[in-house]
């Protein structure tokens, strides 16, 4: 019979303690909170099909470091997939790809000052070099990333 003593027996109970059976598997991510009426849709279809996720604001081009920490940290907190908005110069979802292997899943927003309906978006997104993938959905669509997001985890 093994003999177990009260250190050994308590390292697994700590361990199962720190599993948070609430962590989300899917982070919403957004360039500006200008974004969120759009974005709020993903999180909305996600609610919706009881995939937990997390909203976070953080720029690419104005906050980079915040950007890498979180795309870095994703994969180690439980998130599964990240869907990443932004307008204009859409940066966020390739930089976020640029920092994980996770599926990244980008949506081309309009804003205030887009060129051409969101065009500019949607070719920051869509065009990412070789090797460093971004699904894209339709423009100001994150309903569609939600479900794309859904697949991907085949819930
Ligand atoms: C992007 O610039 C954001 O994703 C947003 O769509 C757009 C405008 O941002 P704000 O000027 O409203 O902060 O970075």
Redesign the pocket.
Known sequence: MTEHSPETLAQPTAAFEELDVDAPVVGIL???K??MPAMERAEQELADRSIRSEVRVM?A?REPDKVADYARNARLRGIKVIIAG???S?ALPGVVAAHTDLPVIGVP?T?RTSVAGGLDALLSIAQMPPGVPVACVGVDNARNAAVLAARILEI
Request: charged residues 10%.
């Open positions: 957004m360039g500006s200008s974004d720029s081009h932004a307008g204009l859409a927003l804003s």
